[in-house]
Protein backbone atom coordinates (compact mmCIF):
# COMPACT_ATOMS: atom_id res chain seq x y z
CA UNK A 1 0.00 0.00 0.00
CA UNK A 2 1.08 3.23 -1.41
CA UNK A 3 1.34 6.09 1.93
CA UNK A 4 1.43 9.37 0.27
CA UNK A 5 0.70 9.14 -3.23
CA UNK A 6 0.10 11.69 -5.74
CA UNK A 7 -1.39 11.92 -9.46
CA UNK A 8 -0.25 12.68 -11.93
CA UNK A 9 3.15 11.52 -12.17
CA UNK A 10 4.19 13.81 -15.16
CA UNK A 11 2.34 16.62 -16.18
CA UNK A 12 3.53 18.52 -19.42
CA UNK A 13 0.84 21.65 -20.37
CA UNK A 14 1.50 24.97 -22.07
CA UNK A 15 1.60 28.74 -20.73
CA UNK A 16 -1.49 29.64 -19.46
CA UNK A 17 -3.62 27.22 -18.87
CA UNK A 18 -4.86 25.47 -15.52
CA UNK A 19 -3.99 22.45 -14.02
CA UNK A 20 -4.52 20.40 -10.39
CA UNK A 21 -2.30 18.16 -8.79
CA UNK A 22 -4.11 15.54 -6.09
CA UNK A 23 -2.37 13.59 -3.03
CA UNK A 24 -3.78 11.52 -1.23
CA UNK A 25 -2.11 9.58 2.16
CA UNK A 26 -3.43 6.52 4.15
CA UNK A 27 -1.27 6.88 6.89
CA UNK A 28 -3.97 8.70 9.63
CA UNK A 29 -1.35 11.95 9.82
CA UNK A 30 -3.66 14.93 9.89
CA UNK A 31 -1.04 16.98 8.47
CA UNK A 32 -0.05 17.41 4.86
CA UNK A 33 2.08 19.79 2.97
CA UNK A 34 2.86 20.92 -0.83
CA UNK A 35 6.93 21.65 -1.46
CA UNK A 36 8.23 22.69 -4.52
CA UNK A 37 11.60 21.08 -5.29
CA UNK A 38 13.54 23.77 -8.95
CA UNK A 39 15.97 21.98 -11.17
CA UNK A 40 18.69 22.80 -8.80
CA UNK A 41 17.26 20.03 -6.49
CA UNK A 42 15.91 22.97 -3.72
CA UNK A 43 13.05 22.25 -1.74
CA UNK A 44 10.95 24.78 -0.73
CA UNK A 45 7.73 24.51 1.43
CA UNK A 46 4.83 26.45 -0.26
CA UNK A 47 1.94 24.81 2.12
CA UNK A 48 1.00 23.40 5.18
CA UNK A 49 -2.86 22.31 6.23
CA UNK A 50 -3.82 20.61 9.76
CA UNK A 51 -7.14 19.10 9.43
CA UNK A 52 -8.08 20.97 6.45
CA UNK A 53 -6.92 24.10 8.25
CA UNK A 54 -4.44 26.22 6.42
CA UNK A 55 -1.18 27.03 8.84
CA UNK A 56 1.16 27.19 6.31
CA UNK A 57 1.45 29.53 3.71
CA UNK A 58 4.80 30.75 2.15
CA UNK A 59 5.04 33.58 -0.43
CA UNK A 60 4.04 31.43 -2.68
CA UNK A 61 1.72 33.53 -5.89
CA UNK A 62 -2.14 33.68 -5.77
CA UNK A 63 -2.01 31.80 -9.03
CA UNK A 64 -1.35 28.36 -6.52
CA UNK A 65 -4.85 27.53 -4.60
CA UNK A 66 -4.34 24.35 -2.26
CA UNK A 67 -7.43 22.52 -1.21
CA UNK A 68 -8.09 19.97 1.54
CA UNK A 69 -11.58 18.44 1.17
CA UNK A 70 -10.43 15.77 4.51
CA UNK A 71 -7.31 15.58 6.27
CA UNK A 72 -6.32 12.62 4.06
CA UNK A 73 -6.20 14.54 0.75
CA UNK A 74 -4.20 17.73 -0.56
CA UNK A 75 -4.66 18.92 -3.85
CA UNK A 76 -2.79 21.59 -5.29
CA UNK A 77 -4.29 24.05 -8.25
CA UNK A 78 -2.58 26.43 -10.28
CA UNK A 79 -4.35 28.99 -12.30
CA UNK A 80 -2.00 30.52 -16.07
CA UNK A 81 0.78 28.26 -15.92
CA UNK A 82 3.93 29.96 -16.12
CA UNK A 83 7.67 28.76 -17.63
CA UNK A 84 8.76 29.68 -14.04
CA UNK A 85 6.32 26.56 -12.52
CA UNK A 86 8.26 24.08 -13.84
CA UNK A 87 9.24 21.95 -10.84
CA UNK A 88 8.97 18.55 -9.31
CA UNK A 89 6.34 19.03 -6.78
CA UNK A 90 6.05 17.08 -3.85
CA UNK A 91 3.32 16.19 -1.19
CA UNK A 92 4.30 15.48 2.39
CA UNK A 93 2.21 14.16 5.48
CA UNK A 94 2.96 14.22 8.96
CA UNK A 95 1.21 13.96 12.78
CA UNK A 96 1.10 17.13 13.86
CA UNK A 97 4.02 17.91 16.67
CA UNK A 98 5.81 14.45 15.41
CA UNK A 99 7.53 16.52 12.86
CA UNK A 100 9.20 14.12 10.32
CA UNK A 101 7.11 13.94 7.52
CA UNK A 102 6.43 11.30 4.82
CA UNK A 103 6.71 12.02 1.36
CA UNK A 104 5.26 11.41 -2.28
CA UNK A 105 6.80 10.14 -5.26
CA UNK A 106 6.76 13.83 -7.02
CA UNK A 107 4.79 15.40 -9.50
CA UNK A 108 7.46 16.18 -12.28
CA UNK A 109 5.47 19.65 -13.90
CA UNK A 110 6.93 20.61 -17.52
CA UNK A 111 5.64 24.00 -18.65
CA UNK A 112 6.05 24.58 -22.58
CA UNK B 1 13.76 32.53 11.01
CA UNK B 2 15.71 28.88 11.29
CA UNK B 3 18.02 28.12 8.50
CA UNK B 4 20.10 24.91 7.17
CA UNK B 5 23.31 24.97 5.51
CA UNK B 6 25.25 22.23 4.20
CA UNK B 7 28.33 22.97 3.06
CA UNK B 8 28.96 20.47 0.87
CA UNK B 9 27.33 20.40 -2.50
CA UNK B 10 29.00 16.88 -4.06
CA UNK B 11 30.74 14.23 -2.24
CA UNK B 12 32.24 11.57 -3.98
CA UNK B 13 33.47 8.27 -1.66
CA UNK B 14 34.67 4.85 -2.85
CA UNK B 15 32.57 2.44 -1.89
CA UNK B 16 33.52 0.83 1.21
CA UNK B 17 34.92 3.71 2.51
CA UNK B 18 33.43 6.11 5.60
CA UNK B 19 31.30 8.51 5.16
CA UNK B 20 30.16 12.15 6.13
CA UNK B 21 27.92 14.93 5.36
CA UNK B 22 28.18 18.46 7.24
CA UNK B 23 24.92 20.15 8.20
CA UNK B 24 24.68 23.17 10.29
CA UNK B 25 21.71 24.53 11.09
CA UNK B 26 20.05 28.34 12.92
CA UNK B 27 17.31 28.10 15.16
CA UNK B 28 16.75 29.85 18.52
CA UNK B 29 15.40 27.10 20.64
CA UNK B 30 15.93 23.31 20.69
CA UNK B 31 15.73 22.25 17.43
CA UNK B 32 14.34 19.76 15.47
CA UNK B 33 16.32 17.87 13.22
CA UNK B 34 16.19 15.54 10.01
CA UNK B 35 18.52 14.04 7.76
CA UNK B 36 16.11 12.79 4.55
CA UNK B 37 17.87 10.89 1.31
CA UNK B 38 16.03 11.14 -2.25
CA UNK B 39 17.29 8.38 -4.63
CA UNK B 40 16.57 9.53 -8.11
CA UNK B 41 13.20 10.17 -9.45
CA UNK B 42 11.88 9.24 -6.14
CA UNK B 43 10.39 11.35 -2.93
CA UNK B 44 12.54 11.91 0.30
CA UNK B 45 12.15 9.36 2.67
CA UNK B 46 13.78 9.99 6.41
CA UNK B 47 16.71 8.54 7.43
CA UNK B 48 16.54 9.87 11.08
CA UNK B 49 15.79 12.09 13.43
CA UNK B 50 16.93 14.14 16.81
CA UNK B 51 14.26 15.79 19.18
CA UNK B 52 16.06 14.87 22.49
CA UNK B 53 17.79 13.00 24.62
CA UNK B 54 20.93 11.36 23.41
CA UNK B 55 22.88 13.06 21.21
CA UNK B 56 24.00 10.27 18.51
CA UNK B 57 21.20 8.68 17.14
CA UNK B 58 20.57 5.89 15.22
CA UNK B 59 18.99 5.56 11.55
CA UNK B 60 17.62 3.06 8.59
CA UNK B 61 20.46 1.92 6.19
CA UNK B 62 23.20 2.20 8.72
CA UNK B 63 23.12 5.75 9.04
CA UNK B 64 23.91 7.72 12.01
CA UNK B 65 24.18 11.33 12.80
CA UNK B 66 25.34 13.23 16.16
CA UNK B 67 24.02 16.40 17.65
CA UNK B 68 26.04 18.78 18.86
CA UNK B 69 24.94 21.68 20.18
CA UNK B 70 28.07 23.79 20.62
CA UNK B 71 28.60 23.94 17.09
CA UNK B 72 25.04 23.89 15.66
CA UNK B 73 25.56 21.01 13.72
CA UNK B 74 23.49 18.08 13.02
CA UNK B 75 26.51 15.82 10.67
CA UNK B 76 25.57 12.34 9.15
CA UNK B 77 27.71 9.74 9.19
CA UNK B 78 28.09 6.05 7.67
CA UNK B 79 31.05 3.11 8.23
CA UNK B 80 30.91 1.92 5.23
CA UNK B 81 29.08 3.34 2.02
CA UNK B 82 27.66 1.01 -0.01
CA UNK B 83 26.95 1.47 -3.97
CA UNK B 84 23.10 1.82 -3.49
CA UNK B 85 23.88 4.85 -1.06
CA UNK B 86 24.52 7.11 -3.81
CA UNK B 87 21.72 9.98 -3.50
CA UNK B 88 20.76 13.30 -2.78
CA UNK B 89 20.77 13.89 1.18
CA UNK B 90 18.77 16.82 3.03
CA UNK B 91 19.30 17.61 6.17
CA UNK B 92 16.28 19.52 7.71
CA UNK B 93 15.52 21.73 10.78
CA UNK B 94 11.83 22.35 12.50
CA UNK B 95 10.15 24.39 14.55
CA UNK B 96 7.31 24.66 17.18
CA UNK B 97 5.02 25.21 14.48
CA UNK B 98 5.78 22.18 12.58
CA UNK B 99 7.28 24.19 9.54
CA UNK B 100 10.32 21.88 8.42
CA UNK B 101 13.40 24.08 7.05
CA UNK B 102 15.75 21.75 4.24
CA UNK B 103 19.20 22.53 3.46
CA UNK B 104 19.78 22.54 -0.30
CA UNK B 105 21.10 19.30 -0.65
CA UNK B 106 24.41 16.98 -0.75
CA UNK B 107 24.87 15.38 -4.03
CA UNK B 108 26.59 11.99 -3.25
CA UNK B 109 28.68 9.64 -5.71
CA UNK B 110 29.80 6.15 -4.64
CA UNK B 111 32.62 4.85 -6.69
CA UNK B 112 33.11 1.55 -7.34
Known amino acids: DTAVSQTPKYLVTQMGNDKSIKCEQNLGHDTMYWYKQDSKKFLKIMFS???????INETVPNRFSPKSPDKAHLNLHINSLELGDSAVYFCASSYQGQYEQYFGPGTRLTVT | AQSVTQPDIHITVSEGASLELRCNYSYGATPYLFWYVQSPGQGLQLLLKYFSGDTLVQGIKGFEAEFKRSQSSFNLRKPSVHWSDAAEYFC??????????FGDGTTLTVKP
Open chain 1, 49 to 55: YNNKELI
Open chain 2, 92 to 101: AVGDDAGKST
